[in-house]
């Protein structure tokens, strides 16, 4: 049921019963191969630091008993989180787009808000929670005689607190596929007996391929690099082994050989990642692709829905919330810690909104190369920017100020410094977002704009970019709400005094002044709420 064009491998269009080859334009391959190369750079810097190990002293490293387990604990932990995701993200995103749950519009924003709570906050929340000793939970059943409960340290509380608040990673992902879905292609399988189930299965859902996908491409990456989760839930991971190894020794060869062993197992997930993407392209925009849904009726399974969505809701996002009223509320002072966060508000704003423009703009060509003109060339580029994703952000912010100390020292602790380091690490949010986008554009559209005289560029300005409108917003927040968040990247080369959300909280939790962080992390969760929801009302405006 799903309309599939014929394998695209060359880019090969017919013309009158003779086939040629289609040409990127110049100016995309230009800019392509820039990005790609620049997020090269912390890879060129980790395979310098490498060098100084011998050889013999390498693979004694890497075949260490304890370096297998680094590698174990971090590939089960990324498929953990990546399946778990799925069972969240995919139901959520056909309850808010497709069917008639109550609220809809409420839920596609309350559902998405868990992705601007920086992990480290939210695994506290789990761990005061449901943690084995003086935990809410431990409290109230202490009465019934229940003195320690389960550990929640280790493999259940890591991957619990990465998949539930990366999640929306995917969810996004999937509810921008769902929406650039052609109504026509489930309506004619309706009319041909199939059930809503059956219709899900065998038309959407394949439809969905691209968007799944990425979405779980970056959950696993995300995942692989996150720090703050496995360091306070006392798990073994690459990014806890590598930032111990920087800190704990003056040798940093070492900790660069964990961080080039990390980069094997993003470029094993990537080629995975190409071999389970279909080879097929995903047709579904047409001119009959703006007119109005019909929704599916969700009838007795309405409640269970509901149940559901409050279930997310109130795990991923209630109860830290609460947990953070609960410190801002033992202050003081509790106003005056709001006010004295707004410069911080101001300045997050101002790079995250840098980081999600700059990411964007660069992340276009990226997607439009792998697309329309897929080979070798192409996909090595698009491969290329998914590297720096994987790193861990220090690693990213250390190759940064070795580069920046020894060969620009005019750029080092700037904000140009700082936007390109989270361009680096986040460009892959954007990529597969309108990458999965455009795969459901008819090329024949864009052909035709060619032929009525249009140049590339004008057929890009004019064409392309207002039909993945929705893929470039999706992955534009997702740049902007990551970046508000991160955390060594902004320490390490963020300029002198220019302070953010994100090194206010860690700042004020090392330093135990949890009013601070209550404050500056309440800050963060509105910001992003309240762009989350602008973007939302602009996407349902322009759908209308």
């Known amino acids: 049921m799903s309309n599939q064009a014929s394998r695209p491998d060359k880019a090969t269009q017919v013309v009158r019963g003779k086939s040629r080859v289609a040409r990127p334009p110049l100016f995309l391959v230009v800019m392509g191969t820039i990005t790609a190369t620049a997020i090269a750079l912390p890879l060129a810097y980790l395979v310098i630091r490498a060098l100084g190990i011998g ?54 924003i309350v559902t998405t808000l868990p992705l601007a709570i920086p992990t480290y906050v939210g695994s506290f929340a789990l761990i005061a929670a449901f943690g084995p000793r003086g935990s809410l939970l431990q409290s109230w059943l202490a009465p019934l005689g229940v003195e320690q409960l389960p550990s929640i340290y280790g493999w259940p509380g890591v991957i619990a607190a990465i998949t539930l608040f990366s999640y929306p990673y995917l969810l996004l992902s999937v509810r921008a596929g769902l929406q650039g879905i052609d109504p026509a292609l489930e309506e004619s399988a309706q009319s041909l007996g199939y059930g809503s189930w059956s219709v899900f299965f065998s038309v959407t859902l394949p439809q969905l391929r691209p968007s799944i996908v990425a979405g779980s491409l970056l959950v696993s990456l995300y995942a692989l690099q996150d720090f703050g989760t496995p360091s306070l839930m006392r798990f073994d991971s690459f990014t806890q082994a590598i930032f111990i190894q920087y800190r704990a020794s003056f040798n940093r060869s070492l900790a660069a050989a964990l961080a080039l062993m990390l980069v094997v197992l993003v470029l094993i997930i990537l080629w995975w990642e190409h071999q389970a993407r279909s080879r097929a392209t995903y047709y579904s925009r047409g001119s009959n692709s703006r007119r109005s849904r019909q929704l599916v009726p969700l009838g007795r399974w309405k409640l269970p829905a509901l149940a559901f969505c409050c279930l997310v809701m109130g795990i991923c996002l209630i109860l830290p919330l609460g947990i953070i009223l609960y410190w801002l509320l033992r202050s003081a002072t509790p106003l005056q810690a709001l006010h004295n966060v707004i410069p911080l508000t101001l300045n997050s704003a101002w790079a995250a909104g840098l980081a999600a423009l700059f990411s964007t703009l660069f992340a276009l060509p990226v997607a439009i190369l792998s697309v329309r003109f897929p080979g070798r060339l192409t996909t090595m580029i698009e491969r290329g920017t998914y590297i720096g994703f994987g790193l861990p952000g220090v690693v990213v912010a250390l190759s940064l100020v070795f580069f920046g100390a020894n060969y620009l020292p005019w750029l080092y602790q700037t904000m140009p410094m700082l ?126």
């Open 419 to 544: 936007v390109f380091a989270y361009l680096v690490l986040f460009l892959p949010q954007s990529v597969g977002t309108v990458r999965s986008s455009l795969l459901q554009v008819n090329p024949s559209i864009e052909e035709s704009a060619r032929s009525l005289g249009r140049t590339s560029w004008q057929t890009l300005k004019e064409v392309t970019i207002p039909l993945v409108r929705s893929g470039i917003a999706s992955g534009a927040v997702l740049i902007f709400l990551t970046a508000i968040k991160e955390l060594p990247a902004t320490l390490l080369l963020s300029p002198i005094g220019f302070r953010t959300l994100a090194s206010q909280i860690w700042v004020a939790t090392s330093d135990a002044v949890f009013a601070d962080a209550a404050a500056a992390s309440l800050a963060m969760l509105l910001l992003c709420a309240g762009l989350t929801l602008v973007v939302i009302s602009l996407e349902r405006h322009r759908r209308k």
């Open 55 to 108: 050889g013999a002293e390498f693979w004694a490293f890497v075949a260490r008993e304890r370096t297998l387990e680094i590698v174990f604990n971090s590939i089960v932990m990324a498929v953990a989180v990546t399946c778990l995701s799925a069972l969240i993200a995919i139901p959520l995103a056909f309850l808010t787009v497709r069917t008639d749950l109550p609220w809809r519009r409420f839920w596609s």
